[in-house]
């Protein structure tokens, strides 16, 4: 079985580049004259990395539980709500916090209110991904019994039929919704449907299952990589060309706001799909070579293992940075996107950086923090 690694853990790196990307993107669009070229590279070709957090996240699971040996799950889900249950309430407490103090009376305190935004995920616009993480993290002995229905019967077939199924479900939830009259005058129904996808992780389940692959049959994965690389990478670029073509369509010929056409390529669009997994092989396939030669990314090391407190701190620091921005500028179309993007990205490395280090003075604030008592 394929165990914890540099090429797994170094995609976060890559990933965290496209998250920060996709929150700075927002800025552009509120621009009297929006640069779309960058704006499509940061909001439209920045989309794989939410979906492939999952994918790392599935690699991880099954590179660390044996598929068929047992699995003590009181203990192991003991252990995934410390890691990431904790962090995620107290990284939800503190956006609230932050948020009432620049809006006083933004935010409701009761035990009902706190409860709605903790189970869907609403104290920030990033975090809901730890809430999806945690329904996988919930439902492993689920995911555990499909591996092994997939393997049972035939992988490149059940890959297919999940491949299928998933544009299928995608494809439906975004596009084809409709309630009932009596799911739309009850409250708790309402709500769970229309914030399906901040909680149910069926919408990310092949990415996940082709990192429980990745980690099963580790030395395949890394074969398909090195022996079709120049496919993977065919397929990476036709996928880009295929993205690309479609936002200056929406933009030029359907005259879609830059918003409507975010809306339209996210990542579970069938476009956004096909994007996400060509992502994933050719970046997979990127790394695995530097590895072979030998010419480990640095800086791409340093993303990734500051990666988490990077992608919970980001949206504070890109907030602060936005308004010195607004201030040393004229006008939002003066403030170069990029040094936006840069600012976020380094202020969010060094402070990573510095909580690491004071967790190690103090272990509960680490633990708090980033689920790990150091």
Same mark, same amino acid.
């Given at each position: 079985?394929?165990?914890? =690694? ?13 998250? $920060?990307?996709? !929150? +700075?993107?927002?800025? $552009? ?7 779309? @070229? ?16 999952? &994918?790392?996240? #599935? /690699?991880?699971?099954? +590179? ?20 990431? #249950? ?32 903790? *189970? ?5 616009? @990033?975090?809901?991904?730890?809430? $999806? ?44 919704? %409709?309630?009932? %009259?009596?799911?739309?005058? =009850? ?27 990745? +980690? ?6 890394? !074969? ?10 065919? &397929? *990476? ?9 479609? &936002? ?29 997994? +060509?992502?994933?092989? *050719?970046?997979? %396939? ?9 010419? &480990? ?13 990077? /992608? ?9 940075? %936005? ?18 993007? *840069? ?6 490395? $060094? ?24």
């Amino acid at each position: 079985m394929g165990q914890r =690694n540099k090429l797994i853990d170094n995609l976060r790196g890559i990933c965290m580049l496209g998250v $920060i990307a996709i !929150h +700075a993107g927002s800025s $552009i669009a509120i621009s009297a004259s929006p640069n779309v @070229h960058i704006y499509m590279l940061f909001e439209v070709l920045s989309r794989y990395s939410v979906p492939a957090f999952f &994918f790392i996240s #599935g /690699y991880g699971l099954f +590179a660390s539980y044996n598929l068929y040996q047992k699995l003590d799950y009181l203990p192991y889900l003991q252990k995934r709500l410390k890691s990431v #249950g904790l962090p995620y309430v107290v990284w939800s407490v503190l956006y609230l916090l932050y948020y009432q103090f620049v809006t006083p009376g933004s935010v409701g305190w009761s035990p009902f209110d706190l409860f709605f935004t903790l *189970f869907f995920g609403l104290a920030s616009y @990033h975090i809901y991904f730890m809430v $999806i993480l945690l329904w996988f993290y919930m439902l492993f002995p689920c995911w555990r019994m499909l591996l092994k229905v997939m393997q049972k019967t035939s992988i490149p077939l059940s890959l297919v039929i999940l491949f299928v199924l998933q544009l299928g479900i995608n494809y439906w939830t975004c596009h084809y919704w %409709a309630y009932p %009259a009596w799911i739309a005058e =009850n409250t708790f129904f309402l709500n769970m449907l229309n914030y399906r996808l901040n909680y149910l992780p069926f919408h990310y389940l092949f990415v996940f299952m082709m990192g429980a692959l990745a +980690a099963t049959h580790y030395e395949a994965f890394l !074969h398909i990589l090195r022996t079709y690389f120049r496919l993977v990478t065919a &397929f *990476f670029t036709l996928t880009v060309m295929l993205m690309s073509s479609r &936002f200056y369509y929406l933009l030029y010929v359907k005259h879609y706001d830059l918003e409507s056409i975010t809306n339209t390529l996210q990542q579970l669009s069938p476009e956004g799909f096909l994007y996400t997994v +060509a992502s994933l092989l *050719f970046f997979s %396939a990127i790394l695995f070579k530097a590895e072979k030669e030998n010419l &480990f990314l640095k800086a791409d090391e340093l993303l990734s293992d500051n990666s988490y407190i990077i /992608y919970l701190i980001h949206p504070f620091l890109l907030d602060q940075v %936005a308004a010195i921005l607004s201030r040393l500028f004229r006008t939002q179309d003066d403030i170069p996107a990029f040094l936006t993007y *840069f600012s976020v990205l380094v202020l969010s490395l $060094i402070s990573s950086i510095l909580v690491k280090k004071t967790g190690k003075k103090l272990p509960f604030m680490s633990l708090l923090l980033t689920g790990k008592s150091r």
